[in-house]
């Protein structure tokens, strides 16, 4: 892995031990990965609630896919799969769901807990064929320190919502 991928994970491995809550945990992640290339132009977590997706902290323009069905999507595809995505023409890609028009390619990256797939990184970029084989392992380090944390801040004694371990629509036992 390059410098400067190796970096970026080291960043948000110090960023991320820093924070008390799972929400800053995710904003700051999200923000220092979108910081990590000009040709990332949508950077954010969905988080699993229940059976769907649900969109959490992010960098970029709104986006009208607040909620995704898990048979719906690049991001249902990755959950669901519980591997990384890479699609290099969102365009030729008919589970595409479109935030922007301009969008080329996108790389959703799961947030795994063993075997259960707790969320996912999402990144879209302007760009055709954007996101590489260093990028995507880059983005699955990243993932697990985020999980890491997530789980380490649950627990830490006062953390627990009513007896249970659980956030964002999911628990860990």
């Known amino acids: 892995m390059d410098a400067g991928r190796r970096e970026l994970i080291d960043k948000v491995a110090g960023a991320i031990a820093g ?23 949508w950077t954010g977590f969905y988080l699993m609630r229940g059976d769907k997706l649900e969109v959490g902290p992010y960098v970029g323009p709104e986006t009208p896919h607040t909620v995704i069905e898990l048979d719906r999507g690049i991001c249902g595809a990755a959950a669901t799969s519980k591997q990384s995505i890479v699609v290099d023409d969102v365009k030729a890609d008919p589970r595409f769901l ?29 760009q055709p064929s954007f ?43």
Request: net charge negative; aromatic share 8%; glycine share 10%.
């Open 131 to 173: 996101f590489t084989d260093a990028d995507r392992e880059m983005l699955e380090e990243v993932a697990g320190l985020v999980v890491k944390r997530l789980k380490e801040l649950q627990a830490q004694p006062g953390n627990n919502s009513g007896g249970g371990r659980c956030f964002w629509g999911f628990c860990f036992c």
């Open 19 to 41: 924070q008390s809550t799972e929400k800053s945990v995710l904003r700051v992640a999200a923000e220092l990965i979108d910081g990590f290339s000009d040709g990332f132009n």
């Open 98 to 126: 479109a935030c922007s028009t301009s969008t080329r390619s996108e790389i959703v990256v799961p947030l795994m807990d063993g075997d259960r797939c707790l969320g996912e990184i999402d990144i879209d970029s302007n």
